[in-house]
């Protein structure tokens, strides 16, 4: 196992630990409905150990965990992994530990299957992790990754990083940038994509720019974290000088669809 000790930065959410289940509201009926397409499709098993890479709060582990998988998360924050206990009872049992996914404390093949959600964008050195997770998955057992696509693409985000772009802050994550990236990596490591569409999953929501604009100056967004503190300062006053220049400034409302998006990557079984 790679020593923990010996690896780079990756995002910690503690700082916003408080507030995260607050800003990231992905529905749970809808997650249940992602997984149980996973299983009719053979991704997931129908019962058996799973991890939940990079948990979090547990946002992600609640609706496996209802359908009686013994599950296991993993999360750098401590804070994260405090709330994420405290949602789990006798009924809903599951094991959390303070782990880095590029050093997982669990023996190989530990795993009937992985679940993860935008995990790798965080982690320099993401390809450790990933190997991390190949190692930890039993042969024949998949790495799912699922995440939200719109939720957070709101106009105001959308100019904070436009303007980012501008001042010449166009890479703004430790780690993976791209999909095409993961698929590739993946690939090399026994683990071959397989398609899966989940799109129709979809939900409604709203936001007004004066929200938009405290999650900004909160700095609850993730992405934007590593912005040198003048920089994320001026983009905040200029972002607000437009938000005020609309119509209807920060009480605009901005109606969006988020929906699912899901990647399995199925590690071959060794003949």
């Known amino acids: ?128 992790a990933c190997r991390e997770l190949v190692r930890a998955v039993k042969p024949g057992g998949c790495i799912v990754h699922i995440a939200e696509r719109g939720a957070f693409g709101n106009a105001v985000r959308q100019y904070f990083a436009q303007r980012a772009d501008a001042l010449g802050f166009p890479d703004r994550f430790l780690g993976m940038r791209d999909k095409s990236e993961l698929i590739d990596f993946l690939s090399s490591q026994g683990c071959p994509s397989i398609p899966v569409d989940v799109t129709d999953l979809k939900w409604e929501k709203q936001i007004t720019f004066g929200e938009a604009l405290g999650q900004l100056r909160d700095r609850l967004l993730a992405e934007f974290w590593y912005l040198p503190s003048e920089v994320y300062d001026r983009l905040l006053c200029e972002t607000a000088r437009w938000i005020d220049e609309q119509p209807d400034g920060r009480a605009t409302i901005e109606h969006m669809t988020p929906y699912l998006v899901a990647d399995v990557f199925r590690k071959v079984a060794k003949t």
């Open 1 to 128: 196992m790679t020593q923990a000790a010996t690896l780079g930065p990756t995002s910690d959410f503690s700082r916003i630990a408080a507030r995260y289940d607050a800003t990231r509201d992905v529905p749970p009926q809808r997650l249940a409905t992602c997984y149980e397409r996973m299983v009719q499709l053979g991704f997931l098993p129908r019962r058996g150990i799973l991890l939940d890479a990079g948990c979090g709060t547990g946002q992600m582990s609640l609706p496996l965990a209802g359908m009686g998988y013994e599950l296991c998360g993993i999360d750098i924050s401590l804070k994260m992994i405090s709330i994420a206990r405290a949602k789990f009872t006798s009924d809903r049992p599951a094991r959390f530990v303070v782990a880095d996914a590029r050093a997982i404390p669990f023996a190989d093949s530990s795993f009937h299957a992985v679940v993860l959600s935008k995990l790798l964008q965080h982690v320099q050195g993401w390809q450790t």
